[in-house]
């Protein structure tokens, strides 16, 4: 059931909006201001269900962007702060790359200290194949010139996390609502006065956007626009469009999750890699001529390895992307055999233990898209009078202690994390660097 009147109403029971729900009561509470209805949550289906509910879970600190990973370094302590609840394994991350990428992971590594980030870097050849030797004996691939070893971060389990948030803000008091669809939102004034749903119209004082994949719907409610002037680095404006689609490309291998340990029969570190070398498949053919990458971890949820590869843009006009219904059960935007082909390769060229790793691919669907902002970073800002939007432009499973700073934004204590984050720096030109290695999320 919606309810009547709520001071404060959260839309999406993602990792987001349960983080800022949570976060609000407590503050709310700390400062002797809670009632009983102060913070909702409505979610048209129930706690994770969207792009928080399918994450492959990972939790990495390697940005090349100074900003985002001092925003991830602040996540990880809220993932540290309850790893039973968050069920969250501290396995630590693995960014390896070829030597285009040598300078630019040096840089994070040198950038990861001066903040106090935990993590140990092995440059050259051979020294990274030694390195990944001692730490998997079977470990072949070949052309790594860098590894960045997060000792902090790792993964989640996507679903026992956010049924662990949600306990926690419900203990705060908040009141979660599923099975309640935001159908517009009452704006007049240059404020949001309440939020229309499929259950009735439900007063407000202030809105939280936390929509996920469906925040160009939410953004829309709020009559915000659908393009957006950038200012380049040449000074001059171009309207870009303020949302765009793509695939995130995931799938899972059977294996059993024992044969699948580092050398020491403990669990493995998240690997992410980055490469250059020619990529064979099981029948020694070429599989792409382009820089390739992939990632992978112990799948926690049915057993095995999941991971993925780059994510691919979604072609047609944003209006007309389906984000209904989400995830696997979206046979338009699913992964597919390129992305089957390219992944399992990938396995196969790093480890001897996964040599026979097209064979092993679980067929279920997988795979979910993500709405992504102009720049492909995240808009965390106030709208209107009174509305406040999440939008993680997909990075942001592991940025559960996003809630935690907007929740103060929300009280009006602006955070020095998310300014970089603000929808101004598009027409101001205050864009996140971008770094020259030929992959995309580096
Ligand atoms: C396949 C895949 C793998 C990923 N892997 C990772 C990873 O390993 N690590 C990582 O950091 N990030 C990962 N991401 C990105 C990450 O999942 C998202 O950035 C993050 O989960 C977004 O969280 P959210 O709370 O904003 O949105 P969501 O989790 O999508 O939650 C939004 C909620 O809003 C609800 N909702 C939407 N519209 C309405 C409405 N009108 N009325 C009521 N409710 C509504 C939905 O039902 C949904 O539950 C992955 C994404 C995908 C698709």
Redesign the pocket.
């Known amino acids: 059931m919606a309810p009547r009147a709520a001071r404060y109403v959260v839309?999406?029971?993602?990792?987001?909006?349960?983080?800022t729900a949570w976060h609000l009561a407590r503050e709310l509470r700390a400062r002797g201001q809670d009632e009983p209805a102060d913070v909702v949550v409505?979610?048209?289906?129930?706690?994770?269900?969207?792009?928080?509910?399918?994450?492959?879970?990972?939790?990495?600190n390697n940005y090349f962007q100074p900003a985002m990973r001092r925003l991830m370094a602040h996540s990880v302590s809220v993932w540290e702060s309850d790893p039973a609840a968050f069920s969250y394994h501290p396995v630590g991350y693995l960014q390896l790359g070829p030597e285009a990428m040598r300078a630019g992971v040096r840089q994070i590594y040198q950038e990861q200290q001066a903040i106090g980030y935990r993590s140990t870097l092995v440059e050259g050849e051979a020294d990274c194949r030694a390195y990944m030797g001692d730490l998997f004996p079977d470990w072949q691939a070949e052309g790594i010139s860098c590894v960045l070893h997060e000792q902090q971060g790792g993964?989640a389990n996507?679903r026992e996390s956010?049924r662990g948030l949600a306990a926690k803000a419900e203990a705060a008091g908040v009141r979660i609502r599923t099975g309640?669809?935001?159908?517009g939102l009452d704006v007049r004034d240059g404020a949001v006065r309440a939020v229309v749903?499929d259950q009735g119209t439900i007063p407000c004082d202030h809105l939280v956007v936390?929509?996920?994949?469906?925040?160009r719907?939410?953004w829309a409610?709020l009559g915000l626009p659908d393009t957006v002037p950038v200012r380049g680095a040449d000074g001059g404006l171009q309207d870009r469009a303020m949302w765009t689609y793509w695939?995130?490309?995931?799938g899972t291998l059977k294996v059993d999750p024992a044969t699948f340990t580092d050398a020491r029969g403990g669990p493995p570190p998240v690997v992410h890699v980055d490469s250059d070398a020619p990529l064979f498949d099981e029948d020694g053919e070429p599989v792409t001529a382009e820089p390739w990458g992939i990632?992978y971890?112990p799948d926690a949820n049915f057993g095995g390895v999941q991971g993925?590869s780059l994510p691919r843009r979604i072609e047609e006009p944003t209006a007309e992307v389906a984000?209904d219904p989400?995830?696997p059960e979206q046979s338009a935007y699913t992964?597919g055999a390129d992305f089957a082909r390219l992944w399992t390769a990938g396995l196969a060229h790093c480890h001897g233990r996964f040599r026979e790793a097209r064979r092993l691919l679980s067929p279920e669907p997988?795979?979910?898209?993500?709405c992504f902002t102009p720049d492909s970073f995240p808009v965390f800002d106030h709208f209107l009078e009174n509305a406040y939007v999440?939008?993680?432009?997909?990075?942001?499973?592991?940025?559960i202690g996003v809630g935690a700073l907007v929740a103060k934004e929300l009280l009006g204590e602006p955070q020095e994390l998310l300014a970089p984050f603000a929808f101004a720096r598009y027409e101001q030109g205050r864009l996140h660097p971008t770094s020259s290695s030929p992959f995309p999320w580096s």
């Open positions: 839309v999406g029971a993602g990792i987001h909006g349960l983080s409505l979610d048209k289906t129930g706690v994770g269900g969207g792009a928080s509910g399918i994450a492959c879970g990972v939790v990495r993964f996507n956010l309640v669809r935001v159908t749903t936390a929509a996920g994949p469906w925040t719907d939410l409610m695939l995130v490309q995931e990632y971890k993925g984000v989400y995830g992964a997988s795979g979910g898209i993500g999440i939008a993680d432009s997909n990075h942001g499973y592991k940025m």
